[in-house]
């Protein structure tokens, strides 16, 4: 779990994609406005950004809390 998807609410546009391909249902579309993921659930498998037409996801390294 060294990798973690982030979502640019700026530019999804919550069609709901991601949240259908991610194998842990880490996303899910926060009140019809943008995705969001489950930072406890992610594992960074990357499969919401490759399903993205938006192109607003990334999957970056997860940075633990000190």
Do not use: H, L, Y
């Not at 489950?38 to 633990?64: H, N, Q």
């Amino acid at each position: 779990m060294k990798r973690i998807a982030k979502v640019d609410r700026k530019v999804c546009v919550a069609c709901g994609a991601c949240a259908k391909v991610c194998p842990k249902s880490a996303i899910s579309v926060w009140k019809g406005c943008f995705a969001r993921v489950a930072e406890e659930t992610c594992v960074g498998c990357g499969k919401c950004a490759g399903t993205c037409p938006a192109g607003c996801i990334a999957v970056v390294e997860r940075v633990e809390a000190q």
